[in-house]
């Protein structure tokens, strides 16, 4: 059995027991530019859950986001896959992926911006407890969940997986109201030590919940069973360190999921 597959079968069954995932892809627009996403969730839960926004890679949304989000609906939240770049636009190889990534990350509040139309959508769907919400996110999308919460939008907290954790206005950690989670691998080539520290100065100066954990021997894209190569690549698949993330998310949304422990209020 290929690892990925392996993977998957094992943090799925962690995930939760019998459920009848559902998905919708859902267009929806931010100033003007159609995005399109897909909106996954349980059909046998009933009433209102938590909903979890997911934040794509750079590659633009794929496969690994949709099965992350069936992950997430299988653990009975409803999850939207977000879309950063706009409908249709899908990069075919990392060139593609580059220049794509580079337009949102050197304009931080487009990027800002169409995380935020996708939590609106998010918020909107009618089996959605707005006042529980989440975001994740993955590599490029790590990176944005963090621009989300530094845009001042109402979550109960943000989840980044091996993103880039770089503080380019270390003044905008006061907008953030939500608990932070980074998810880092400790050799990451990608992430060089002066965007650690910075993204840590910059949570305790504005006086965040947050938390960082490192992953040994775990180097970018750490999640991603796609990612075959080995680790002297600088980005590549380690199943220990996915299992042992996804199992920090659970407990993180245990916490940040409680009654008493939502999304602040306005």
């Known amino acids: 059995m290929k690892p990925w597959l392996l993977a998957l079968l094992v943090l799925a069954g962690a995930a939760g027991g019998q459920a009848e995932i559902k998905t919708r892809v859902v267009e929806y627009e931010q100033n003007g530019v159609v995005l399109e996403g897909w909106l996954v969730w349980d059909s046998l839960v009933q009433g209102k859950r938590p909903g979890v926004l997911v934040a794509h890679q750079w590659k633009g949304l794929t496969d690994y986001e949709k099965k992350r989000a069936e992950m997430l609906a299988q653990m009975g939240y409803v999850a939207f896959a977000c879309d950063i770049y706009g409908q249709g636009v899908r990069p ?30 998010l918020k909107a769907q009618a089996t959605v407890d707005p006042a529980r919400v989440a975001a994740i996110g993955y590599c490029f999308g790590g990176t944005g969940v963090i621009e989300l919460a530094r845009s001042g939008a109402l979550v109960a907290g943000v989840a980044s997986f091996h993103g880039g954790l770089d503080s380019p206005t270390p003044a905008d950690g006061k907008n953030i109201r939500c608990k932070v989670l980074a998810l880092h691998g400790a050799d990451d080539p990608f992430v060089p030590a002066k965007d650690l520290a910075a993204f840590e100065a910059e949570m305790r100066a504005a006086a965040v919940d947050w938390q960082l954990v490192k992953y040994g021997g775990a180097v970018h894209s750490f999640t991603d069973w796609n990612a075959t190569g080995p680790n002297s690549q600088g980005a590549a698949y380690n199943a220990a360190a996915d299992q042992r993330s996804w199992e920090q998310l659970k407990a993180f949304f245990a916490e940040i999921f409680k009654p008493d422990n939502g999304v602040p209020a306005h």
Do not use: I, Y
């Open 92 to 121: 075919k190889d990392a060139a593609e992926a580059g220049a794509q990534a580079a337009k949102f990350k050197q304009n931080r509040a487009l990027f800002r911006a169409r995380l935020n139309a996708g939590l609106a959508e």
